[in-house]
Protein backbone atom coordinates (compact mmCIF):
# COMPACT_ATOMS: atom_id res chain seq x y z
CA UNK A 1 0.00 0.00 0.00
CA UNK A 2 1.35 3.21 -0.54
CA UNK A 3 0.29 6.50 1.22
CA UNK A 4 0.14 10.13 -0.12
CA UNK A 5 -1.36 12.59 1.92
CA UNK A 6 -1.22 16.38 0.76
CA UNK A 7 -1.92 19.28 3.56
CA UNK A 8 -3.57 21.82 1.80
CA UNK A 9 -4.69 23.80 4.73
CA UNK A 10 -3.21 24.29 7.98
CA UNK A 11 -3.73 21.31 10.36
CA UNK A 12 -3.03 20.29 13.94
CA UNK A 13 -1.55 17.08 12.74
CA UNK A 14 -2.35 13.50 11.59
CA UNK A 15 -1.58 9.93 12.84
CA UNK A 16 -1.71 6.45 11.17
CA UNK A 17 -1.69 3.37 13.28
CA UNK A 18 -1.84 -0.49 12.35
CA UNK A 19 -3.77 -1.98 14.73
CA UNK A 20 -2.97 -4.92 16.43
CA UNK A 21 -5.47 -4.79 19.09
CA UNK A 22 -8.44 -2.62 19.93
CA UNK A 23 -9.63 -1.03 23.55
CA UNK A 24 -12.22 0.92 24.98
CA UNK A 25 -11.41 1.99 28.09
CA UNK A 26 -9.67 5.00 27.12
CA UNK A 27 -10.42 7.39 23.59
CA UNK A 28 -8.58 8.90 20.99
CA UNK A 29 -5.38 7.33 19.52
CA UNK A 30 -5.41 5.41 23.23
CA UNK A 31 -7.77 3.04 22.10
CA UNK A 32 -5.29 1.22 19.37
CA UNK A 33 -2.35 -0.58 19.96
CA UNK A 34 -0.04 -1.03 17.48
CA UNK A 35 2.23 0.18 14.98
CA UNK A 36 2.66 3.96 14.87
CA UNK A 37 3.67 5.47 11.26
CA UNK A 38 5.82 8.59 12.59
CA UNK A 39 6.37 10.07 9.07
CA UNK A 40 2.55 10.81 8.91
CA UNK A 41 3.02 12.67 12.36
CA UNK A 42 6.08 14.57 11.97
CA UNK A 43 5.08 15.52 8.44
CA UNK A 44 1.85 16.80 9.20
CA UNK A 45 2.24 18.70 12.78
CA UNK A 46 1.01 22.06 12.60
CA UNK A 47 1.62 22.37 8.99
CA UNK A 48 0.50 25.16 6.53
CA UNK A 49 0.98 22.46 3.63
CA UNK A 50 2.76 19.72 3.53
CA UNK A 51 3.14 16.56 1.33
CA UNK A 52 3.96 12.79 2.83
CA UNK A 53 4.06 9.81 1.21
CA UNK A 54 5.11 6.13 2.99
CA UNK A 55 5.10 2.49 1.71
CA UNK A 56 3.48 0.04 4.27
CA UNK A 57 3.96 -3.23 3.73
CA UNK A 58 0.50 -5.37 4.93
CA UNK A 59 1.55 -7.14 8.22
CA UNK A 60 -0.89 -10.04 9.02
CA UNK A 61 -0.87 -9.01 12.58
CA UNK A 62 -2.66 -5.98 12.12
CA UNK A 63 -6.03 -6.16 11.99
CA UNK A 64 -6.88 -2.63 10.12
CA UNK A 65 -5.27 0.35 9.53
CA UNK A 66 -6.04 3.91 11.08
CA UNK A 67 -5.58 7.49 10.15
CA UNK A 68 -6.58 9.92 12.52
CA UNK A 69 -6.31 13.92 10.89
CA UNK A 70 -7.08 16.98 13.13
CA UNK A 71 -7.84 20.00 12.13
CA UNK A 72 -6.35 23.45 13.08
CA UNK A 73 -8.44 24.14 16.41
CA UNK A 74 -9.62 20.70 16.50
CA UNK A 75 -12.97 20.85 15.15
CA UNK A 76 -14.82 18.12 15.10
CA UNK A 77 -16.71 18.20 12.03
CA UNK A 78 -13.32 18.99 9.88
CA UNK A 79 -11.32 16.41 11.59
CA UNK A 80 -10.40 13.36 9.32
CA UNK A 81 -11.20 9.64 9.94
CA UNK A 82 -10.17 6.87 7.57
CA UNK A 83 -10.03 3.02 8.41
CA UNK A 84 -8.47 0.86 5.88
CA UNK A 85 -7.10 -2.72 5.23
CA UNK A 86 -5.03 -3.78 2.60
CA UNK A 87 -6.93 -4.51 -0.48
CA UNK A 88 -4.60 -5.56 -3.95
CA UNK A 89 -6.67 -3.38 -6.92
CA UNK A 90 -8.78 -0.64 -5.25
CA UNK A 91 -7.96 2.14 -4.27
CA UNK A 92 -8.49 5.01 -1.46
CA UNK A 93 -9.59 8.79 -2.28
CA UNK A 94 -10.34 11.40 -0.82
CA UNK A 95 -10.21 15.28 -2.13
CA UNK A 96 -11.67 18.33 -0.31
CA UNK A 97 -10.11 21.49 0.53
CA UNK A 98 -8.43 20.69 3.36
CA UNK A 99 -6.10 17.52 2.06
CA UNK A 100 -5.96 15.15 -0.62
CA UNK A 101 -5.48 11.42 0.20
CA UNK A 102 -4.91 8.51 -1.65
CA UNK A 103 -4.09 4.94 -0.46
CA UNK A 104 -3.28 2.87 -3.14
CA UNK A 105 -4.17 -1.09 -2.53
CA UNK A 106 -6.70 -0.60 0.19
CA UNK A 107 -10.59 -1.02 0.72
CA UNK A 108 -11.82 1.81 3.12
CA UNK A 109 -13.95 0.21 6.19
CA UNK A 110 -17.36 2.34 6.47
CA UNK A 111 -17.66 2.02 10.13
CA UNK A 112 -18.85 5.72 10.85
CA UNK A 113 -22.64 5.23 11.06
CA UNK A 114 -21.65 2.53 13.40
CA UNK A 115 -23.63 3.01 16.69
CA UNK A 116 -21.72 1.19 19.75
CA UNK A 117 -23.87 0.16 22.91
CA UNK A 118 -21.35 -1.67 25.35
CA UNK A 119 -21.69 -2.59 28.96
CA UNK A 120 -20.09 -0.26 30.84
CA UNK A 121 -20.26 3.46 32.39
CA UNK A 122 -18.85 5.88 29.25
CA UNK A 123 -17.98 9.71 29.16
CA UNK A 124 -19.95 11.75 26.47
CA UNK A 125 -16.19 12.07 25.11
CA UNK A 126 -15.99 8.23 24.64
CA UNK A 127 -19.04 7.84 22.92
CA UNK A 128 -18.74 10.21 20.18
CA UNK A 129 -14.99 9.63 19.80
CA UNK A 130 -15.03 8.20 16.43
CA UNK A 131 -11.69 6.27 17.46
CA UNK A 132 -13.50 4.55 19.82
CA UNK A 133 -16.73 3.97 17.89
CA UNK A 134 -13.99 2.41 15.25
CA UNK A 135 -12.50 0.38 18.38
CA UNK A 136 -15.87 -0.64 19.31
CA UNK A 137 -16.23 -1.67 16.10
CA UNK A 138 -13.12 -4.15 15.73
CA UNK A 139 -13.98 -5.62 19.29
CA UNK A 140 -17.52 -6.35 18.07
CA UNK A 141 -16.70 -8.46 15.11
CA UNK A 142 -17.82 -6.41 12.77
CA UNK A 143 -17.02 -6.68 8.94
CA UNK A 144 -13.65 -5.62 7.37
Known sequence: M???LEIKQKCSFFWLRGIRRARIDKCCAK??????FHEIYEGTHYKEKALVELDITPNNQVKAYYLCGLSKGFKYEDNTHV??????GQNIEIDNDK????????????????QPNPEGEF???QRTCRNWIFANYLLDGMPL
Open 2 to 4: KVS
Open 31 to 36: CFMGDA
Open 83 to 88: AFVPCE
Open 123 to 125: TEE
Open 99 to 114: IHLMITDARQIEFQSY
